[in-house]
């Protein structure tokens, strides 16, 4: 089945000893598989009981999980545990690959996510951090980001100048996540370095909005065995039409690959980010009209900033045990820091605003984690079998605090709908931390791909979490401990009698403990710490069809999916009522994607979700009284829709290859309206957001194999539209205006 179709895109040699223990054509599947998993970064040739495999069509700086010849679609995915290749996986996935990214002209890992279908951006408010907040599906996945296979620790800025790939899984895939993942989740998969060739890539680019990023990408081969690579960026710029606001940044990734012996590959890597940005909280809604009262930006000159800093250092080892079993060792140790006082409109009145408010934050984030695999791949009575075991620990700790902000010296506002942006020129002071919050966690899991025959193939996983739960709020004086174990499961079956696709079915579940979002601390209504509360359950059942045609140049995928999350933590406004998983909700839907080359000229990327919303019970069903709030009751939240959800979107981004020098292309995204209101809560019927089409177009031409330029428009037609609200209405996140840039890229 799945190894049949792989043997079109690989050069195969091999000798056979006559005392392996499984079949030819099982050592030859298990043998791709291997190198598969191993991220094809080198090739290998050895005489026994090895195979060789030689990659076609990929540079040394290329995509290595990308299909040769083929740059918008990838073939396979860079966790050892995904087995199989992405056409033959019995769940939706939807994946960018470097050549995607690159020409998209996004360097923000939020602005390319929010474009793709089914995923929408939430805000930072009052319950929950300012910083890059994703919601798949409906379902909050903020938490639900990993790189390269592990949990990235805290609530920070990402960027994309060190990525080969970004990998979105969609549902609830706990087996492979672990806590939360209810809407899916996101892996990012990072340059590393290769034996392959030397090399260096510099790009300088510059633009519109004082727009200036210039990266660095060299790769140096030190022997047959060693490499070292690095990866630099300095970016600085406005926000369009926004300033003052604006980022200003700068990265390295460095990373060293040695391979010990035949059979022993040892790599490391070390990544440090820097952030020193002015977020914009956008325009606000008049809550009694709905109506957006737009304004200048509220960023407060010499008080507001968001600061994002992150070292991250990682070990991973590959160890072929034999020929049929791969041991792979990672080790992360990293902090991140986020800290930010951000200035937004405080209320609406006569179409102006009452005045302003201030949002202070600061997380100090520490992850230890560490996670091992074997992949066992041999015949087990005379069917293939790749099995994957494996035990991951991991260790989060999250100080929080915030920022007292000296508004006392306060201007004046001399015309209310063009406001003078330094409002005040007070003090800004770090307090000590309110909270401490620590999850260690220790997982086991199994897995196994079965190919029972040519044309059936069956998936099975299963994973137990043991966590240690411990939030210290020294705001209350309270220390809250919890410790449970969560079962999740995932069973998949692939159907395919065809030559070129498959029907496959899955059912798949997560489980959250109760706090999981832990820069929310013991705000229970943003994914916080619910006083009573117990972990939420969510079950997700797909069916779906995948194509993999044009000479395995174009995967077309189209899946029917239902996702049920049970045993919800409510927490209506910044009540504790409710609490003691008393909600449950639902989304259904339909997803459609598209991949690879449309013709021999023309390639695309193509995604479409439409998916309805629903909550099914709650413990806000009209009839309870909002606590010290004169009696008020609650709307009745059964039967509403869940809020920051559209229910239609879709993305589409072409590249035509017009000459062998010159390519041009463009992206359209689509969303549909959104509700604000907070997570599993109900869609707000006043606070809406309308729905937008944005244009982006490219141009890439190459002067000579060294050096081409490339031009962005982001855009194109000026389009305001709105990607994020705050469930009260007084912060709406402005989608970026028109912008443009110019990048000049020289290799040698």
Not at 657 to 665: K, L
Request: proline share 3%; aromatic share 10%; net charge negative.
């Amino acid at each position: 089945m799945s190894h049949q179709k792989m043997e079109t895109a690989f050069s195969l040699r091999s000798d056979f000893s006559e005392k392996s223990p499984v079949s030819k054509a099982g050592t030859l599947a298990f043998a791709i598989s291997a190198a598969l998993a191993t991220q094809g970064v080198y090739a290998e040739e050895v005489t026994l009981d090895k195979l060789m495999v030689e990659e076609q069509g990929i540079a040394a700086d290329g995509d290595p999980y990308a299909e040769p010849d083929a740059p918008y679609k990838a073939k396979k995915l860079s966790d050892a545990r995904q087995t199989r290749d992405i056409a033959d996986t019995p769940h939706t996935m939807t994946v960018m690959t470097k050549e995607a990214i690159a020409e998209s002209g996004k360097t923000e890992l939020k602005d390319l996510l929010s474009a793709q279908p089914g995923i929408t951006l939430g805000t930072g408010e009052g319950g929950n951090s300012f910083g890059d907040r994703y919601i798949i599906r409906g379902y909050e996945a903020r938490s639900d980001v990993f790189t390269d296979g592990l949990r990235e620790p805290g609530l920070i800025t990402r960027e994309t100048f060190a990525l080969e790939q970004i990998e979105i899984s969609k549902g609830p895939n706990s087996t492979f996540a672990g806590r939360g993942s209810t809407g899916g989740s996101v892996n990012t998969v990072t340059k590393k370095a290769n034996v392959d060739d030397t090399f260096t890539t510099v790009e300088a680019g510059l633009g519109t909005d004082k727009y200036k990023r210039v990266t660095l990408d060299t790769n140096q081969v030190l022997s047959s065995d060693t490499a070292v690579r690095l990866n630099m960026l300095y970016t600085d710029s406005d926000t369009p039409n926004r300033a003052p606001t604006g980022e200003q940044r700068q990265g390295v990734l460095a990373s060293v690959v040695h391979q010990a012996t035949e059979d022993l590959k040892v790599s490391a890597d070390y990544y440090h980010f820097k952030a020193d940005d002015v977020s914009d909280t956008g325009y606000a809604i008049n809550r009694g009209t709905g109506g957006v009262n737009k304004y200048d930006t509220a960023a407060q000159k010499g008080s507001d900033f968001q600061h994002g800093k992150a070292d991250i250092f990682t070990v991973t080892v590959n160890y072929d045990v034999s020929d049929d079993i791969r041991l792979e060792n990672k080790t992360r140790i990293g902090s991140t820091k986020n800290e930010y006082v951000v200035t937004a409109y405080q209320g609406v009145s006569d179409r102006f605003p009452t005045g302003l408010r201030n949002f202070t934050g600061w997380q100090d984030n520490d992850y230890v984690g560490n996670q091992t695999n074997f992949v066992i791949d041999k015949d087990i009575a005379g069917m293939r079998n790749t099995i994957v075991a494996g035990v991951e620990y991991a260790n989060e700790k999250v100080k929080a605090g915030n920022f007292t902000v000296d508004t006392t010296a306060t201007g004046t506002v001399d015309d209310p709908y063009n406001i003078d942006s330094n409002f005040w020129s007070g003090t800004v002071t770090k307090s000590d931390a309110t909270s401490e919050t620590e999850i260690e966690t220790i997982s086991l899991y199994l897995m196994d791909t079965v190919t029972v025959n040519d044309w059936l193939e069956v998936f099975g996983g299963l994973r137990y979490d043991r966590f240690d739960y411990k939030l210290e709020s020294y705001s209350n004086d309270e220390t809250y401990k919890d410790n449970d174990g969560l079962v999740n499961g995932h069973l998949g079956v692939v159907f395919s009698p065809w030559d070129h696709g498959n029907v496959y079915a899955s059912w798949s579940t997560s489980s959250n403990i109760n706090g999981g979002e832990l820069d929310a601390g013991t705000n229970c209504g943003y994914g916080g710490h619910c006083d009573g509360g117990k972990p939420e359950e969510a079950v997700n059942l797909e069916l779906g069809t995948k194509w993999n045609l044009m000479d395995e140049k174009l995967l077309l995928t189209a899946a029917i999916f239902q996702t049920t999350k049970d045993k919800v933590n409510e927490g209506a406004d910044y009540d504790g009522e409710g609490v003691g998983n008393t909600g449950e909700n639902r989304v259904r839907g339909i997803e459609l994607g598209l991949a690879g080359n449309i013709t021999p000229k023309l390639s695309g990327q193509f995604g479409m979700a439409i998916m309805s919303s629903e909550i099914l019970d709650s413990y806000y069903d009209g009839t309870k009284a909002l606590s010290g709030r004169g009696g008020v009751t609650y709307p009745d939240y059964i039967g509403a829709d869940k809020p920051n959800f559209a229910d239609k979107s879709a993305n589409l981004q072409l590249r035509y290859q017009a000459t062998p020098q010159f390519a041009f292309g463009g992206t359209v995204t689509y969303s549909s309206e959104m509700s604000g209101g907070q997570p599993d809560g109900a869609a707000s019927d006043t606070v809406k957001l309308p729905s937008y089409t944005v244009y982006d177009m490219f141009a890439t031409y190459d002067f000579s194999r060294s050096l081409s330029v490339t031009a962005n428009v982001q855009n194109l037609t000026d389009e305001e539209y709105y990607t994020a609200v705050y469930r009260g209405g007084s912060i709406v996140y402005i989608g970026d205006g028109r912008s443009a840039k110019v990048s000049l890229k020289y290799k040698f």
